[in-house]
């Protein structure tokens, strides 16, 4: 099961590290911009927001990323807290997402898909 709960969660470092990019890095692109839905108009005018943003994603990657190396290297106590910390925040900020958007549903369920199957996989794997 840690296989499977490593793989998982680091499909969810992945694609927070890709809405990283995306939210910090190419926000007022043509395809960054048609994948958030926005005009040019309005990714300048949320950029700033945006460029913050992303980086809380990178940050939840990171912590769940250290996580599944501390898991890796020994440290299974590490390990899970870190990978709980970081991929429960991941599933938290989708739920926030789904409950304060209905139109964003999509979104905050890829959003948070990958990082709840990992948290369930984890607590089965250290259970």
């Not at 680091?10 to 890095?25: K, N, R």
């Not at 700033?48 to 939840?60: D, I, K, P, S, V």
């Not at 958007?101 to 199957?117: D, E, F, N, W």
């Amino acid at each position: 099961m840690q296989i499977i709960a490593v793989v998982v969660v680091l499909i969810a470092v992945v694609l927070h590290g890709y809405i990283f990019v995306m939210e910090s890095l190419t926000w007022t692109s043509p395809r960054t911009r048609a994948t958030f839905g926005l005009n040019e108009q309005q990714a300048e005018q949320t950029r700033e927001m945006a460029y913050n943003q992303g980086f809380y994603n990178l940050f939840l990657a990171l912590i769940a990323a250290a996580g599944v190396i501390a898991w890796l290297a020994g440290h299974d106590a590490v390990g899970a807290a870190l990978i709980f910390a970081g991929a429960g925040s991941m599933v938290a900020a989708g739920v926030v997402l789904l409950l304060s958007s209905r139109s964003k549903a999509r979104a905050a369920l890829i959003q948070l898909t990958p990082p709840l199957l990992g948290v369930i996989a984890t607590a089965i794997a250290v259970a």
